[in-house]
């Protein structure tokens, strides 16, 4: 099994990078684009396995296990759990960068996040890719060209990915052993995104989640149901995200206390205080990015339905995103015009917007939220076309 195997729908990016790796276009620096959950990361790593193994991917030397395990020495990944890549660690990563490898291939630098990049970091990673070492490798990730700063992509190879279909993503699925029913729920609901996509298929309560989200849809019939739908919608992703952060803050706590001594010598000296103060208010922003990321994934789900409203309205037989959900996303087509439908989905991204990039508080911009998708189907006629 190669490195390759693992990519879902991406043969056409594969086949490029294939060719790279054996010399046939090979740059200093490049752009992976492509939309959530279609594996942006796991193709720049497997990129980078192929760049250090001699044949070119192959999936069993140490070359590529080291790679695709995160122990490779000359293979560093800039990723980040807060709302933005900061100026220190990209300078932290430039400075790395300029190292001969170990090895005698290359030195491989992934930054996950390029599209969080500020000005400040995006000036402190530029100056590498415009005068890279010679056998120094950037490889960059991002949703769109247009969310990573001009004068970076403008330096590197563009490559955009492919979002999977839903029956590669069943197929690969039930090739990990997951049930085909449950695999081909998964594999539609996720609508391509390989990563959310598992955790459909592994997990119920995920599943009881997104249930809850999308019945919302058909569910908001006076000004209570919307704000009682708004703090359900904003209870659910703040318990969803409080329980990952709460491990992970658990876990860096335990490290800060063994890196200071504080467990051995049952003291504190006093470099510990202003460390953990920082890692605190880094820990902040990892949880408000977390509860950012949980209730833009609820929104999507929530869009689903109204596309499926709308698809529904212009062709009855077209296969549902949410195919469970069929006779209620039937109801929804004939209660209004597809293009309330759309105005709907409008409002949703209005609010995503608002959270995202206007800091608006969650609860807040889910309550006018969901009056304004209940105010949508009012005065509508019933049995409404497109």
């Known amino acids: 099994m190669t490195v390759w195997d693992s990519l879902v729908g ?97 030195q491989v630098m992934i930054v996950e996040d390029a599209d969080r990049l500020t000005d400040h970091s995006g ?8 005068e890279p070492t010679p056998r120094t490798v950037w490889l960059l990730c991002a949703p769109t060209v247009e969310d990573v700063l001009v004068t970076i992509r403008s330096r590197c190879r563009q490559l955009t990915l492919a979002t999977p279909t839903v029956p590669m993503v069943t197929e690969f699925l039930i090739a990990t052993g997951v049930e085909p029913s449950v695999a081909a729920y998964a594999a539609r609901a996720s609508q391509g995104h390989i990563g959310r996509a598992k955790a459909l298929a592994r997990d119920e309560e995920t599943r009881a989640r997104r249930r809850e989200v999308v019945q919302m849809a058909y569910r908001l019939r006076s000004l209570g149901d919307c704000m009682n739908a708004a703090a359900s919608f904003a209870d659910a992703t703040g318990e969803e995200a409080e329980a990952i952060t709460g491990v992970l803050d658990a876990r860096d706590k335990a490290e800060l206390d063994t890196a200071y001594g504080v467990v051995e010598r049952g003291r504190r000296p006093k470099e510990y205080a202003p460390a953990l103060a920082a890692m605190e208010r880094s820990n902040k922003l990892r949880a408000k990015r977390q509860r950012l990321d949980m209730v833009d994934r609820g929104l999507m789900d929530l869009v689903s339905v109204y596309r499926d409203a709308i698809a529904y309205s212009f062709d009855p037989r077209v296969e549902l995103v949410n195919e469970e959900l069929r006779q209620e996303v039937v109801e929804i087509a004939a209660q209004v015009p597809a293009a309330v439908n759309v105005r709907r989905i409008d409002t949703i991204f209005a609010a995503r917007e608002q959270m995202l990039e206007f800091n608006v508080p969650v609860a807040l911009a889910l309550e006018a939220m969901m009056v304004g998708l209940w105010q949508a189907g009012l005065s509508q006629p019933s049995g409404a076309h497109p």
Do not use: Y
Request: charged share 20%.
């Open 10 to 106: 991406q043969q056409a990016a594969v086949e490029v990078l294939s060719r790279a790796a054996e010399g046939r276009g090979m740059t200093h620096a490049w752009l992976f684009t492509g939309p959530p959950g279609s594996g942006r990361s796991n193709v720049a790593l497997a990129f980078a396995a192929a760049l250090q193994c001699e044949r070119g991917g192959c999936g069993e030397c140490a070359a590529c296990r080291t790679t695709l395990a995160g122990s490779n020495p000359d293979v560093s990944v800039m990723r980040t759990e807060k709302l933005s890549l900061g100026v220190d660690d990209i300078r932290e990563l430039v400075r790395a960068s300029a190292l001969a490898p170990v090895g005698e291939r290359w």
């Open 123 to 130: 000036n402190a990673l530029l100056k590498a890719i415009e």
